[in-house]
Nanobody, 120 residues
Framework: QVQLVESGGGLVRAGESLRLSCVVSGTFDRINYESWYRQAPGKQRQLVASIYSGEKTNYADAVKGRFTISRDSAKRTLWLQMNNLRPEDTATYFC??????????????WGRGTQVTVSS
């Protein structure tokens, strides 16, 4: 069974940095598309950043220039470097991946999330 586990969240002050990690465990063929989402209380889950084939990246306008998504396939790890954090970045951050199984077929998998709280 393939699982995604996030870590690295915490409580920081505005202007500080955090680095989130997402480790993928289990047996699979490949991962093509990985993303970070976030969800603040009372709000819908929104895309923060994605990385996909050819290591192309995509960012939400709200985080461009402050956040960086990266991955190491050999380490099965996805990261989100978050700099110059703002109170509006406060949310639960989720890792998401499109995972191809060894017998074919793709699954859209989610981690359980890690809380990021930014104080003013």
């Amino acid at each position: 069974q393939v699982q995604l586990v996030e870590s690295g969240g915490g409580l920081v002050r505005a202007g500080e940095s955090l680095r989130l990690s997402c480790v993928v465990s289990g047996t699979f063929d490949r991962i093509n598309y990985e993303s970070w989402y976030r969800q603040a209380p009372g709000k819908q889950r929104q895309l923060v950043a994605s990385i996909y084939s050819g290591e192309k990246t995509n960012y939400a306008d709200a985080v461009k220039g402050r956040f960086t998504i990266s991955r190491d396939s050999a380490k099965r790890t996805l990261w989100l470097q978050m700099n110059n954090l703002r109170p509006e970045d406060t949310a639960t951050y989720f890792c998401n991946a499109a995972v191809w199984g060894t017998s074919g077929g793709v699954s859209d998998l989610w981690g359980r999330g890690t809380q990021v709280t930014v104080s003013s």
